[in-house]
């Protein structure tokens, strides 16, 4: 087939930066490097950002207050068009700046031309992105934030019952049900702090920095910056339009709040089998298996567990992505909002659909107290009830582990043996001895500072609940 000429173009390609080229872009390199299917999400921070950086433009008396009002008239109908879901993005606009920007142009004539003086899209999609992630981590750390409020109602219901507490996945000692929660909530409450950390170091804006040299027009960032209610302004325009640090402090925190929610989903995963059977999860929680009729499985949480995965690798793709990089801006950076995206959304709807699951969890209290205290649990009380009796902890130590062997042999729990037996381990073993042995007693007594008494596990509660209000 006989190739169709191309036509040299007369006068500009029309494109934004048409003026230099005489051939139209190939159509596969437009598929090929496009962001609009992907970025058209940013359009109401690009708003936002183009209508603060027009009234800067009209203030410094670069542009005149007429064009600005028509630029923010035309800017307010593109957004209303575009929520209304009635806009047409085009692909050969290549991203969301430049749709808005030719729409702009089309709407409103020669004032549109003016919107990108003394701007580039480098600093512009930094800001965006900027502005864009701060409405997001405010939302996810709202999102922790009921989280929390959901494990502290159960931990409240659940104050005093009893649960075997594990290291290795074996048991290890008995510890309230309230304090293995508890901790969820102190995971959670470090991951809302690592969110307002991020927010902290993001709360910098870099439009103004223009492509990477700054600009010699008369501009004021500063009043930009107070106007997108930035705290401050980047301080070197290379920096402003090369970082992309925000975004993977975005996604490292990410990672680690969803390594905490994968462990928590592991738990209700176990929690949740034949062999554990600690706690139900509600029939509208949970779905059934195609062949097996009589299965029940904890699908949310293993999905959450699961989608720990991308989360990683999302994270892991940032910074693979921007390693290389020379300064200041490069193409390649287009790619970082993938991985943000998806994030964003995932992180999202894992916390949405585990605060909603939660309250639909019935925990079996009276098999976690049967099984808290098997599996010679109270050990370690029996261990410093004779350092109390004046016995080195080593000895202690070695003679409860005789004593633990001793009911192995015989197939019988601590608390079986009778006083005689006991005492033939070590004198210093008296009556009272029982009550160390105990669950119970043995969780009461564990009132050690951040300890799994009731009275330290209500004083985490009430830490949690201050900390929670000051967010
Ligand atoms: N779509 C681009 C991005 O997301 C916008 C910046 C493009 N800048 C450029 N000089 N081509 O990174």
Known sequence: MKKPVKKPVNGPVSKAWGGRFREHTSASVESFTESISFDKRLW???????????????????????????????????SAEIAGGSFTFRRDLEDIHMNIEANLTSRVGEAGKKVHTARSRNDQVAVDLRLYLTDEIRTISGLIGTLEEAMLLIAERHISDIMPGYTHLQRAQPVLLSHHLMAYV????????????????????????????????????????????FGSMAM????????????????????????????????????????FRFIEISDRFTTGSSIMPQKKNPDVAELIRGKTGRIYGNLISLLTL???????????????????????????????????????????????????????????????????????????????GRIVRHCIDRNVGLEQLDLPELRSFSPVIARDIFGALDPSESVKAR????????????????????????K
Not at 198 to 206: E, H, I
Not at 209 to 223: K, N, Q, W
Not at 245 to 266: V, W
């Open 44 to 78: 109401r921070h690009d708003i936002r950002g183009s209508i603060a950086h027009a009234r800067m433009l009209a203030r410094q008396r670069i542009i005149t207050p007429k064009e600005a009002a028509t630029i923010i008239r035309g800017l307010n109908e593109i």
């Open 186 to 229: 102190a995971m959670f409450d470090r991951d809302r702090g690592r969110f307002s950390d991020c927010l902290r170091r993001m709360d910098v804006m870099p439009l103004g920095a223009c492509a990477l040299a700054g600009t010699s027009l008369p501009t004021d960032r500063d009043s930009v910056a107070r106007e997108l209610g």
């Open 236 to 275: 070197n325009s290379i920096d402003a339009v090369s970082d992309r640090d925000f975004a993977l402090e975005f996604l490292a925190a990410s990672a680690i709040l969803i390594m905490h929610l994968s462990r928590l989903a592991e738990e209700l995963v176990l929690w949740s089998t034949e062999e």
């Open 447 to 470: 009132n050690s500072f951040g300890g799994t008494s009731p009275a330290e596990v209500k004083r985490q509660i009430r830490h949690y609940r201050r900390a929670l209000k000051r």
């Open 322 to 400: 921007m390693k290389g990089l020379p300064l200041a801006y490069n193409r390649d950076m287009q790619e970082d909002k993938l991985p943000v995206f998806d994030t964003v959304d995932t992180v999202t709807a894992c916390l949405a659909i585990l605060g909603e699951m939660l309250p639909e969890i019935t925990f079996n209290t009276e098999r976690m107290k049967k099984t808290a205290g098997k599996g010679y649990s109270t050990a370690t009380d029996l261990a410093e009830y004779l350092v109390r009796k004046g016995v080195p902890f080593r000895e202690a130590h070695e003679i409860t």
